[in-house]
């Protein structure tokens, strides 16, 4: 009973036309070329090496595509067990038609010039939205990114702050926010009135939300003018030799801006928290990052206080984070629990992750997934994955153990991966 009452469920579940509220999708080139924008995906590549191949062969310079996958693929045999490996069969088999559960020495050439192939085609986007059921996706946008060229109703823009938080030290980020703004930054006020600006453009273009990826060290409070002003003073003269404190002072007071401008324009506030960068420096790009135990939410306790009016929508990169996520969900009304990200986007942590949300949350305060892509054909494999793991919860412990009907069950999936999207970010229908 349990396995067909959870095919019916998927099967509902994935009739669904979604909207992916994270992604780092290039609205201007938004899907794939050849297999090696997929198998360069950061999962592949740093499975790969950890399983023994050299860096130098991934990344040598000059090489070409197809010899990239090539070389990818005669090193994907120790990787086949992983749900990384299923995706790229997944998407291979329901998006590029490929006839077979495994790609290896024997077959990729072939497969690689059909999909080059299919990829060509100008309809190639489209036709990946249509398959994967997505009518639009959150894009992932630099602070000074102008938002032109493309549709933000289909690409809809997020403000990504990293750099001005914990990059002022860099003067590249203080000329990009002049070129960005027209303000010349100087003191609170200047700033303010920048940031302002930023927030202004990115609203006037379709902006739903603002986001950030938070180290585990990262414990924001209010900062003072007083001590704003002579912090940045000292970081805008001495950059990156500019005193700790000072650093750490200016980017409260950032952080704290941003928060105030995210109650002020009705903007959820994302946060990301827990990596750690350049763990590991000898890996390739995109797979040096950790996350760290350590952190806890207590650390927001303060910001999560003075902004009641503000929604934020958290990620946290571990399971072994997930229980304390709940908790603040279940308490703070202005908190949500926000997909499975990075290292906990595997089923076994989101099956556990998925079921104890469901079980102490109030079910409007949920995002069920997002894909967390860089290329489009990722959608489809990765929401299937959480689609089968949310119906296999939904079936056991709610159908089965808690006596509800398919129909209700249904109801809270299909709440999960669309209805919350659209309230909490306030997009679709």
């Given at each position: 009973?349990?396995?067909e009452?959870?095919?019916?469920?998927?099967?509902?579940?994935d009739?669904?036309?979604l909207?992916d509220?994270?992604?780092?999708?290039?609205?201007?080139?938004?899907?794939?070329?050849?297999?090696?924008?997929?198998?360069?995906?950061?999962?592949?590549?740093?499975?790969?090496?950890?399983?023994?191949?050299?860096?130098?062969?991934?990344?040598?310079?000059?090489?070409s595509?197809?010899?990239?996958?090539?070389?990818?693929?005669?090193?994907?045999g120790?990787?086949?067990?992983?749900i990384?490996?299923?995706?790229?069969?997944?998407?291979?088999?329901?998006?590029?038609?490929?006839?077979?559960?495994t790609?290896?020495?024997?077959?990729?050439?072939?497969?690689?010039?059909?999909?080059?192939?299919?990829?060509?085609?100008?309809?190639?986007?489209?036709?990946?939205?249509?398959?994967?059921?997505?009518?639009?996706?959150?894009?992932?946008?630099?602070?000074?990114?102008?938002?032109d060229g493309?549709?933000?109703?289909?690409y809809?823009?997020?403000?990504?702050?990293?750099?001005?938080?914990?990059?002022?030290t860099?003067?590249?980020?203080?000329?990009?926010?002049?070129?960005?703004?027209?303000?010349?930054?100087?003191?609170?006020?200047?700033?303010?009135?920048?940031?302002?600006k930023?927030?202004d453009?990115?609203?006037?273009?379709?902006?739903?939300?603002?986001?950030?990826?938070?180290?585990?060290?990262?414990?924001?409070?209010?900062?003072?003018?007083?001590?704003?002003?002579?912090?940045?003073?000292?970081?805008?003269?001495?950059?990156?030799?500019?005193?700790?404190?000072?650093?750490?002072?200016?980017?409260?007071?950032i952080?704290?801006?941003?928060a105030?401008?995210?109650r002020?324009?009705?903007?959820?506030?994302?946060?990301?928290?827990?990596?750690?960068?350049?763990?590991?420096?000898e890996?390739?790009?995109?797979?040096?990052?950790?996350y760290d135990?350590?952190?806890?939410?207590?650390q927001?306790q303060?910001?999560?206080?003075?902004?009641?009016?503000?929604?934020?929508?958290?990620?946290?990169?571990?399971?072994?984070?997930?229980?304390?996520?709940?908790?603040?969900?279940?308490?703070?009304?202005?908190?949500?629990?926000?997909?499975?990200w990075?290292?906990s986007?595997?089923?076994?942590?989101i099956?556990?992750?998925?079921?104890?949300?469901?079980?102490?949350?109030p079910?409007?305060?949920?995002?069920?997934?997002?894909?967390?892509?860089?290329?489009?054909?990722?959608?489809l494999?990765?929401?299937?994955?959480?689609?089968?793991?949310?119906?296999?919860?939904?079936?056991?412990?709610?159908?089965?153990?808690?006596?509800?009907?398919?129909?209700?069950?249904?109801?809270?999936?299909?709440?999960?991966?669309?209805?919350n999207?659209?309230?909490?970010?306030?997009?679709?229908?």
């Amino acid at each position: 009973m349990s396995i067909e009452l959870r095919n019916r469920i998927f099967q509902q579940l994935d009739q669904l036309v979604l909207i992916d509220p994270h992604t780092h999708i290039n609205a201007l080139d938004p899907s794939s070329h050849t297999l090696a924008d997929i198998l360069g995906y950061h999962y592949y590549t740093e499975l790969a090496h950890s399983a023994g191949m050299p860096k130098n062969q991934i990344e040598e310079e000059g090489i070409s595509p197809k010899e990239k996958v090539g070389r990818l693929i005669e090193n994907l045999g120790p990787i086949t067990n992983t749900i990384q490996y299923s995706w790229f069969i997944e998407m291979a088999q329901k998006l590029l038609d490929f006839d077979g559960d495994t790609i290896d020495t024997n077959n990729w050439e072939s497969f690689y010039d059909s999909a080059e192939e299919k990829m060509s085609a100008d309809s190639w986007t489209d036709t990946v939205f249509s398959k994967s059921r997505l009518e639009s996706v959150f894009l992932t946008n630099d602070f000074d990114d102008p938002l032109d060229g493309f549709d933000t109703s289909k690409y809809i823009p997020c403000l990504r702050t990293d750099d001005l938080v914990f990059h002022l030290t860099n003067g590249r980020t203080k000329v990009r926010l002049f070129e960005a703004t027209n303000v010349e930054i100087s003191d609170v006020s200047s700033v303010r009135l920048a940031i302002g600006k930023l927030f202004d453009h990115f609203v006037s273009r379709n902006a739903k939300a603002c986001a950030i990826s938070l180290p585990p060290s990262f414990a924001p409070v209010k900062v003072s003018d007083a001590r704003a002003n002579t912090a940045l003073a000292n970081v805008l003269s001495q950059g990156t030799d500019a005193d700790e404190d000072d650093q750490r002072a200016v980017s409260n007071f950032i952080f704290w801006t941003l928060a105030e401008n995210c109650r002020d324009q009705k903007l959820p506030f994302d946060l990301m928290i827990g990596v750690n960068r350049k763990v590991f420096p000898e890996g390739v790009y995109q797979g040096q990052d950790l996350y760290d135990s350590r952190v806890s939410l207590i650390q927001y306790q303060e910001l999560l206080n003075a902004f009641p009016d503000v929604t934020f929508p958290i990620s946290v990169l571990a399971s072994v984070t997930n229980q304390e996520l709940v908790s603040y969900s279940w308490i703070f009304p202005n908190v949500v629990a926000n997909g499975h990200w990075w290292y906990s986007n595997t089923p076994t942590f989101i099956q556990q992750d998925c079921a104890s949300r469901l079980e102490a949350i109030p079910r409007t305060k949920q995002i069920g997934y997002y894909s967390d892509m860089y290329k489009m054909e990722f959608a489809l494999p990765k929401f299937a994955m959480y689609k089968r793991i949310l119906a296999k919860v939904l079936a056991e412990n709610f159908v089965i153990d808690r006596e509800w009907s398919e129909e209700s069950a249904i109801e809270l999936g299909t709440q999960l991966l669309r209805g919350n999207v659209e309230t909490i970010f306030n997009v679709g229908s």
